[in-house]
Each structure stands twice: as structure tokens, then as C-alpha cells.
């Protein structure tokens, strides 16, 4: 089966740095996807991986193990902008499909 | 660029009715997906096409049907609401999916919400 493991909500102070975890098990892996989605809105795509390692963009970081089936979203200097779930996502090889997590509600408390 | 459009932005139903759900994108995407989204859930894949002609399904097809006549539209039609179908609609849509990582991203429209009574 597939399964996309996120926790439901996390709380962090302004200009502090989160990580938000993510962990999977599916049938195929071709690249993790991390998605921002503000609370009524589309989910907006912020970040790829599809080889173990770091990718940095900005105030947004991505870590990928495939060897762990792990990744983590990281978010530096927050701000209250940055409310909003963040959607992890697996790209499952052979397939066209993608398998998404149930998402991690952030709040940022000034 | 308008990227994708969904339309009608909310619509409610009584049971038992039908309805139609139009995407379209302008960025020349091959593939289209239709995902629901219910609290605690998650997105999950409804149907999907990697071509002008195709449709496939995804995780949760019972009661959708779809039609993809134009690549640029992706129809997601609802035959007899029922109030198990109360959902977000999302529609998304990329590059083919072999054609490089960045290729790869989805870019989603603004969600229809849709309530069956």
C-alpha cells in the first residue's frame, strides 16, 4: 500500500525555524514534492527532491533519505505569512500518480 | 497567464442530481488530475489523463466520470450526487512526467466547493 506519515499541526514564534517532517512507504519513489496551501486557496508548490540531499531556496529548505523513506520541510525566519498546511507528496514510479500526505497545519504566533 | 481555471468556484446539489466540473489550463500541460479533499484526508486522486483522448482512475473513481476531448480541458462530471461526494475539488495539471524534475510539478486551480444535501 501507500502511506504518507506527516504530523497534524505544529506552533512556532516568529523568526524561528521549523522542520516539518515527512515519511513514506509506497510502492515506487520518483521525487518528493512539498506543497504550501493557504487556508481556503490551491496548494502552491515549494520545493523538489529526488535525490537524497539538501535543496535550498530561500527561506525554504527540502531534505530527501530515500534509504529512510524521510524527508523534512525546513522553514527559517518565520513569518505570519507562512500560516498555512504544508502538503507533502510522493511521485510513484512507473505510475503518472502522485500519493499526498494529509498535510501539517502550521501557526505562526507573532 | 491564468495558469488553471476552475469553474463554478461552489455549487450545492441535492441528491440524486448531476453536474459537470471544468478545468483548463493554458500552459500546454499533457497531463490533467481531478483530486477531492476532505479534512483529515488529504488530496486523493479521483482520475487523471496523460492525453487529449485519455482518462485513467485514480484512488477514488466510483461515481466520477471525466472527458478529456481538448488538452487543454479536463471535465470531471458527477452523474447522482450523493452527499458522500460534499468535497473540494482541486483539478492540477504538468508537463509529461518524464520529461525532468521540473517538469514535474503540479499547479492546481482554485478548487471548487461543493456541497450535496
Known amino acids: 500500500g501507500q502511506n504518507i506519515d506527516q504530523p497534524t499541526e505544529m506552533t512556532a514564534t516568529e523568526g524561528a525555524i521549523v522542520q516539518i517532517n515527512c515519511t513514506y512507504q509506497t510502492s515506487g519513489f520518483n521525487g518528493l514534492f512539498w506543497y504550501q496551501q493557504h487556508a481556503g486557496e490551491a496548494p502552491t508548490f515549494l520545493s523538489y527532491n529526488v535525490l537524497d540531499g539538501l535543496e535550498e531556496k530561500g527561506r525554504f529548505s527540502s531534505f530527501l533519505s530515500r534509504s529512510k523513506g524521510y524527508s523534512y520541510l525546513l522553514l527559517k525566519e518565520l513569518q505570519m505569512k507562512d500560516s498555512a498546511s504544508y502538503l507533502c507528496a510522493v511521485r510513484i514510479s512507473g505510475t503518472y500518480k502522485y500519493i499526498f500526505g494529509t498535510g501539517t497545519r502550521l501557526k505562526v504566533l507573532a | 497567464n491564468a495558469g488553471v481555471t476552475q469553474t463554478p468556484k461552489f455549487r450545492v446539489l441535492k441528491t440524486g442530481q448531476s453536474m459537470t466540473l471544468l478545468c483548463a489550463q493554458d500552459?500546454?500541460?499533457?497531463?490533467m488530475y481531478w483530486y477531492r479533499q476532505d479534512p483529515g484526508m488529504g488530496l486523493r486522486l479521483i482520475h487523471y489523463s496523460v492525453g487529449e483522448g485519455t482518462t485513467a482512475k485514480g484512488e477514488v473513481p466510483d461515481g466520477y466520470n471525466v472527458s478529456r476531448l481538448k488538452k487543454q480541458n479536463f471535465l470531471l462530471g458527477l452523474e447522482s450526487a450523493a452527499p458522500s461526494q460534499t468535497s473540494v475539488y482541486f483539478c492540477?495539471?504538468?508537463?509529461?512526467?518524464?520529461?525532468?524534475?521540473?517538469?514535474?510539478?503540479?499547479?492546481f486551480g482554485a478548487g471548487t466547493r461543493l456541497s450535496v444535501l
Open positions: 492540477a495539471s504538468s508537463y509529461s512526467t518524464v520529461a525532468g524534475p521540473d517538469k514535474n510539478i503540479q499547479y
Open positions: 500552459m500546454n500541460h499533457e497531463y
